[in-house]
């Protein structure tokens, strides 16, 4: 049997310039070692037009680097015959669902991609009842894909990924649309992969408390990889996020007021029960 290797996803040095913008000091991105193991959830955050996008298309083979490389599974993204291979094993999710959904049903989007894998229908049949009762989409799927909300959109553009069970997917800002309940279905269900099915996630947020459930956080900025770790200490920079219009989770910036104002609270406060418990045995040092 072929041994799959634990890094997924490796970017060596990696840059990319868009075409026409030679003449643009910065690339879009630029300098990227990155590396995502097997399971891992890492999430991607960054002021706009940093080059989150631009490293996730670079990730999914949609383009090519200029300078360095992307290996998915120890494969060349630049290996035109295993771009299919790739964007299956990498499957991603854009910033704009429209652009994701093909067929004239709910229930055919979501199989477009299994059809095209030839799995028996029974197969099929079972993978989109799957996926559409963990992402909430039973009621539409006879309904089509472009008479739904903006937020529906998203998570039938997710489902039809989810069903081609890949190893790693890639989400631009999936939740961007999604109201505070189908947020919690979305990331709930791609939470659930990852813990029991070893599903890799890298994961483009500009919330800070999405952010903060992941493995590692990275921060991109002007196409660069600035800073990477926990999200204990990532989104405790609050200094550096503040520089870059980025915020820390609400309980880390509260924390951060309270000791400015004496309160001894550990450096390392992400949510709200780390800094309650805090609270309960800290004291006023005045
Ligand atoms: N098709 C394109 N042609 C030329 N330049 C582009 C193109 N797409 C993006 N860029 C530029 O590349 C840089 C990175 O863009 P990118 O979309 O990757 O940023 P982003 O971090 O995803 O931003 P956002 O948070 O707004 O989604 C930006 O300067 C942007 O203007
Ligand atoms: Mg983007």
């Known amino acids: 049997m072929k041994s799959r ?6 970017a060596r040095e990696l840059a990319y310039r868009y075409p026409g913008e030679e003449n643009i000091s910065s690339p879009a991105v630029y300098g990227v070692n990155l590396s995502v193991k097997r399971g891992e959830y890492v999430s991607l955050i960054g002021p706009n037009g940093s ?27 630049t290996e035109e015959e295993k771009q299919v291979e790739i964007r299956r094993s990498c499957g991603m999710i854009f910033q ?14 979501i199989a477009f991609g299994l059809e095209n894998l030839e799995l028996p229908s029974s197969e099929i049949r079972k993978r989109v009842e799957k996926v559409s009762s963990a992402l909430g989409l039973k009621h539409l799927l006879k309904h089509p894909p472009h008479m739904l909300s ?6 039938v553009a997710i ?10 997917i890639l989400m631009d800002e999936p939740t961007a ?59 405790n920079k609050l200094q550096l996020l503040h520089q870059l219009g980025l915020q820390g989770t609400a309980p880390s910036e509260l924390a951060a007021l309270l000791r400015k104002d004496g309160f001894s609270i550990p450096e390392e406060i992400l949510n709200c029960q780390e800094l309650v418990q805090s609270l309960c045995t800290s004291e006023l040092k005045i």
């Not at 029991?196 to 952010?211: I, M, N, R, Y």
Request: proline share 6%; glycine share 10%; charged share 25%.
């Open 177 to 235: 649309m999604l109201d505070s309940k189908s947020r919690q279905d979305v990331l709930g269900a791609v939470r659930h992969l990852n813990r029991e099915q070893g599903l890799a996630v890298v994961h483009v947020t500009h919330f800070p408390e999405e952010a903060a459930r992941a493995d590692r956080v990275v921060i991109i900025d002007q196409g660069r990889l600035i800073e990477q770790g926990p999200p204990s200490v990532i989104m």
């Open 5 to 10: 290797p634990e890094i997924l996803i490796e």
């Open 159 to 168: 489902a039809g990924i989810l069903a081609m069970q890949p190893s790693c």
């Open 51 to 77: 080059g989150k996008t631009t490293l996730l298309k670079l990730f999914n083979a949609l383009l090519a680097p200029t300078e360095g490389e992307v290996l998915v599974e120890g494969i060349s993204t």
């Open 96 to 109: 704009n669902p429209d652009n994701q959904l093909v067929a004239t049903t709910v229930e055919e989007d």
């Open 150 to 155: 903006g937020g529906e959109k998203g998570r």
